[in-house]
């Protein structure tokens, strides 16, 4: 049974803290929601948590039982982050892209996976086309199609739904709900209304700075 | 045993607030025979030591311009090591070491290259010569400006002196290249006559005082150092509470 | 008096081998003020707390 | 491992020759300098074949500076980086791979473009093959030392001269061996001994610098 | 219109000095271009001051390429280009300013270091006057020039080499008449001429290039 | 009576057009929120009418009684235009960079306008970093804080409220519905919702593409 540990956590830009003695224990099939201002931190809560920054002070912590060959897995390799970045060249086609990105976090997809989940997304007739020629809406729906491709137990999303119409809204709160069913967790930023009725949802509130 | 007990050294001076405690007591002991034996090596050079029978009394430039050399390159060797120390250990004082260093290696740096070309005008008739020692020295100084801009543009501190320590690990590559350049190419400059340890070819009366110039210039530079590192240090940790009682208590 | 003028003259060669040491002083010296005057700097702004944010 | 390095490999390969003509670009960059150089000094031909080595290896110098800027920056910028170091795999296989798409893409074009330009130069036949040897084991070394500074100087937006500033004096060695092995050539020495260098910082490079350059990068972003 | 100009000027300045040491980068680069000459031939004396003039404009060229290439970039990338281009106040102006404002930040401090790099290269002293007004005249021309080939490279990402490709031969002009006048001040001929028609060029790029540089500008963007 | 007409539009990237034949006529006092699917073409609309790009066919007018040198106005000399981009340089602050972003835009603002507009905003602890060391929503409110110091009676918002948190909307609405009171006309697009309460909203749909 998979586990995200986080103890007593201080987190900051430079040496001050923006954050600290955060604890948040999360299961199999748990969502938790940062909340706060602008500026009070939940970017660099998440990218701590992923790995990118060195926390100021605690540990985050991944548990799972033992795989078949007797080494328990790393966070790295469990992880799947949206950031505030889509990750995409300008220059490639969303089937490139995400073809590189997919290999790049040890999940290799097929091109046909790939065009099929675009297809999904309503991204059919731009499947092909360079990035820099997609509107922002676009690029974020291509970018969030990891989503779709990954088997990875843990997800965390800064901001998924920035840029996105009102249906691909829906579109991804359905695949959240049918992650957190699957038995994965989910850590997420968002300042917009998410609708996920069927996922109990846990909020963390960080103090305003 | 012997090996906790190192250990135990190591994280006790690792640790900053007694670091900077220490280090006064310790930049004195290095500042009073550093100052010491360079003066009288330099005193020597210029008084006691006869003149050369080719150079005259031009080679009394010797006793600077060879601790400078000297120390230019160990100064680059030393940050180096300090900068694997830091990369591997995440050593905070490694880290202080190389920023707190490379001004003041820049500095033996520039005082080899002017002073060898003070020397090389009466005894090679020019100033400045494109050959490989008097190049590979140049490009010395250059590594260090490197460390020390890079340095300067990196405005988180740590993430800067992190970026300095790689850059002096693998920096370090240009030394080995100052010292065999004179071997490896013909130069102008003179081959090694002092480093063969089993034949010195020089007198005594002149080996002497550039041997006590040597040493002492090198406690200097660490006794320089110390105080860079200790600027250094308070800077970075201006904001903890051990600087804001540590400046209360001497108020 | 003669033997202070031949140690100036340094046999020819008086004004490369003062030049030398005079770089040499005045680059040493500069090594140690400005730490120690950038100590002292920092103390008292530290103290006084002049910080940007 | 490999699959990752494969599909580095191939997506940066694809991204140059994508960006039409990058190749021809790499290729005029090489003939403009040294093309314009005879321009600015009237200088006879003795001159021109002296300095002939000199020559050479500064226009590959400068090519891989204006090149190697841009080596990490548009994944920096785009957030394909972090997605590289959050891989469960080594980032040292992925900055192997990205350089070696790099030296692909410009080194190898001048090891092709090399005989044709010095024997414009007045460079006697002879000596062609020693230069072509010393260019394919000094511009792969190029650009791993060059990663190592891009890495180091991401997170400054304008880095472009402090980058040379920082990667210049570790060129050194790989210019003299080179530009030596090319005087040796020229006037018919023997140039095995500064090759045979050539080749050993190559596998110096090659085992150490990738692990420099994860760190660095590592130490950038963080 | 002068308020704009003023604006953009100082503000662009401000970027130059606050990115500390951007100066001093310069300098250093300019410095380490004339010393790895000599380090990769190993020439004497007399080739080194024959090929000074070509040495030392390749090095201003080089160095104007490298640095120009982010001379619009950023702002196109932050989005302020585009604020640019909406302001009520001429565009022709905001690029003069940004022109003016490189140049300050970086082809004046070749003229200003010029003396002592000529100098160490065996120059002799009564040419230090004429190379420093041909640099003093040449320099603008060269971030005028550029300012042109930047504008039209913005759009693409990895404009790095087509841009040297588009203004190297625009620069080659400047060159000529640049390397001309310091080859002749140092034979000790009259380098008049050459002086005046850089001066030419100079008038005429002052007045020409900015209203190329905003057209470029807008067909970039649109 | 200013008035912004816009007349059998047809805008596209490339050759194709996204939409055809838009009619809008924006007096005094009204605003108009750009309504469609991601990728049809309300970023295109936006900066088509200011001029970025050339319309395909059609016409964008911008009406106004001459001023008292006769000359009529010109649309440029009457815009503020938020974008997508936040228009900030990295290395500079906040107030330097509103400080060039207004006299841009022809309307210079002293610094001491600009710090307090900022400190309204709640940014007055970050108006003298540099502006890579704030955080998204920071950033974006920076960008906004334009609207407060620029005397523009035409306003192009495209999205303005991207990552924004929800006080910081809140403010935001209360400026747009003081700038509709006192005569202005506005154009923005948003995924979000606006409580513009106050306001006579007109609303453009473009066709899904
Ligand atoms: C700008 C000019 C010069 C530079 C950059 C320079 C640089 C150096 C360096 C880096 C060393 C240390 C080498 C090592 O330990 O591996 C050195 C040593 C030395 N230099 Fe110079 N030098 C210059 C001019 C001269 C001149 C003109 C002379 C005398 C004619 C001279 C005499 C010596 C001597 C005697 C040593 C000690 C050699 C030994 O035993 O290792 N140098 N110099
Ligand atoms: N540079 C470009 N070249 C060609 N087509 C482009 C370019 N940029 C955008 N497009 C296409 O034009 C269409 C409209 O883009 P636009 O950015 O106006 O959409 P949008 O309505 O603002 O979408 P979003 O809600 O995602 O911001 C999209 O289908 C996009 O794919
Ligand atoms: N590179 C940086 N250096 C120093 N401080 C930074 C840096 N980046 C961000 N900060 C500061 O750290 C704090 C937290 O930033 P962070 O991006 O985590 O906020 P956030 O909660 O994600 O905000 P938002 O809702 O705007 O996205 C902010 O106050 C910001 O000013
Ligand atoms: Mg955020
Ligand atoms: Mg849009």
Redesign the pocket.
Known sequence: MPRLEIDNLSC???EKA?FARLDLTLCEGEVARVL??????????L?TVAGLYRPLEGTIRWQEPAGADGEPATLHERLCFIS?DNALNGALTPVENLDLLMRVAGRPASEEQIRSILADLGLKRIAHRSCERLSAGQRRRVSLARLWLTDAPLWLL??PASALDVDARAVLCERIAAHVRGGGLALF?T?ERLDLPTVTLREVT?PA? | MAKSAFMRWFHRFGSLPYFYGVSVPIARALAVPGVLLAAWGVFAGLVLAPADYQQGDAFRIIYIHVPSAWLSMFGYTSMAVAGVVALVWRLKLAEIYIVAAAPIGASFTFLALATGSIWGKPMWGTWWVWDARLTSELILLFLYLGVIALHNAI??PRTAARACALLSVVGVINVPIIHYSVEWWNTLHQGPTITRFDRPAMDLDMLWPLLSAALGFTLIFGWLTLWGMRVQLLWRERRSRWVGRMLENSR | MTSWQAFWAMGGYGAFVWSSYGIAAVVLLANVIVPLVAHRRLKRRIRNEEFDD | MLGVFWAVLRRDLLLAFRQRGVLVHHLLFFVLVVALFPLGTRAEGAILVAVSPALIWMAVLLAALLSLQRLFRPDYEDGTLEQYLLSPEPLAVIALAKVTAYWIASGLIFVVASPLLVLLLGVPAHAVGVIMLSLLLGTPTLGLVGGIGTALTLSLPRAGLLLSLLIFPLYVPVLIFGAGAMQAAIIGLPAAGALYLLGALLALGVTAAPWAIAAALKISLE
Request: charged share 30%; proline share 0%.
């Open positions: 900051g830009r430079g923006l706060g201002e602008n500026g009070s931190g939940k970017t660099t809560l990218r505030h800064d901001e930023t300042h960080l700075c | 405005e988180s």
